[in-house]
């Protein structure tokens, strides 16, 4: 008989079929990774065994720690609350940039990973206090079954579930995964098909139809993320076309995080982002309409809510921690104006029961 240890290793994947040359064709995102028996799928967790896919992250955290949601960031997702948060090695896209690579460039095999079944996963965040768990640090979607899981019993608690992803899956893959999902960080890393395409050997418009679907056919509020890299992605005329098309798209509502990059993993090369292209950017994306931008990875004031209606302060932060509010259950207080997002936790239930309809 298997050990238990052994069932978790070899937990059978989904979204994946035989081929007619023995190879299995696994369609949980769009690389559509065609795997040999014994090998892995370009993220590393997911190996054709024995003619059947598996999925070596399952039950296998390789990083767990207690974070403010701020970190995630979620500046519009129940401010100012813990998080657990959790991630397994692997990753489905290869970002030259990536500060999490000694996790995300790793096999299961490669990290020292925990054990920790669903069932305990929501034990611990009820035992530290957080009303959330966040799928983070490397991708989540490719622990997609682990999450399903997790998130199912987090439910059953009446805890929060988070997904702090890339946006690189299919769309067969993401209703399942996103099925008991709350809120969602997206990282948009940029906004041109050549920095997908050879800074994260990936492509942009999955990660836009990703956005679309979570705007236009779930409840699961989401925010975006985009990281700015010098001579990259820093390009003004790229900022006031992603922010253009996020008003067409999504709306004016979904909060839009810039953050600075730091030299890491194989762009040791590039400086470190200036706040000044944070500024020019929060700046640039306000002045079209978009309602709530804010800057990650520096002191400023970029972190701070401002009302749409009287541009009060509602909301004051320092890095990731809540300062000072002006809001009632998500209202202004200066104005009564409504602040979109979730930030009770009657909203983020009554959110659940809901019927999937456009908007957040």
Known sequence: MKSE????????????????????????????????????????????????LVQLGYGRPAAVALDPIEKKPLNHFLPGTKILSMGTAGCNMG????????????????????????????????QHGAPSIAFTYNEPT????????????????????????????????????YQYIDAANIDLKAFTETFYSKITLTHLQPVLDVLCWLRRETNVWFEITNLMIPTLNDDSEEVRQLCGWVLEN??????????AFHPDFRLMDKLATPPETLHRARKLAM???????????IFSDGGDTICPGCRHRVVRRSWHSVLESDMHEGSCTHCGTRVAGVFTQAQAAERRVLPAHPGT
């Open 287 to 297: 002045e079209m309409g978009i309602k709530y931008v804010y800057e990650g990875n």
């Open 250 to 259: 999504l709306g004016d509502d979904v909060p839009l995080h810039f953050t």
């Open 142 to 177: 490719i622990w997609g079954e682990y999450v399903i899981d997790i998130a199912r019993e987090a439910h059953a608690a009446d805890l929060n579930t988070v997904m702090v992803s890339n946006g690189y899956v299919t769309r067969e893959a993401f209703f399942d995964i």
């Open 5 to 52: 240890a052994t069932r978790e290793v070899l937990h059978e994947a989904r979204w994946w079929e035989p081929m007619a040359d023995g190879r299995l064709h696994c369609y949980l995102c769009p690389r559509h990774c065609h795997i040999g028996e014994g090998q892995h799928g370009f993220c590393f967790i997911r190996q054709n065994h024995g003619g059947r």
């Open 95 to 126: 970002c030259q940039f990536c500060q999490n690579f000694d996790i995300s460039k790793a096999k299961a095999d490669q990290v020292h990973s925990a054990s920790l079944t669903p069932e305990t996963v929501v034990e611990l965040a009820v």
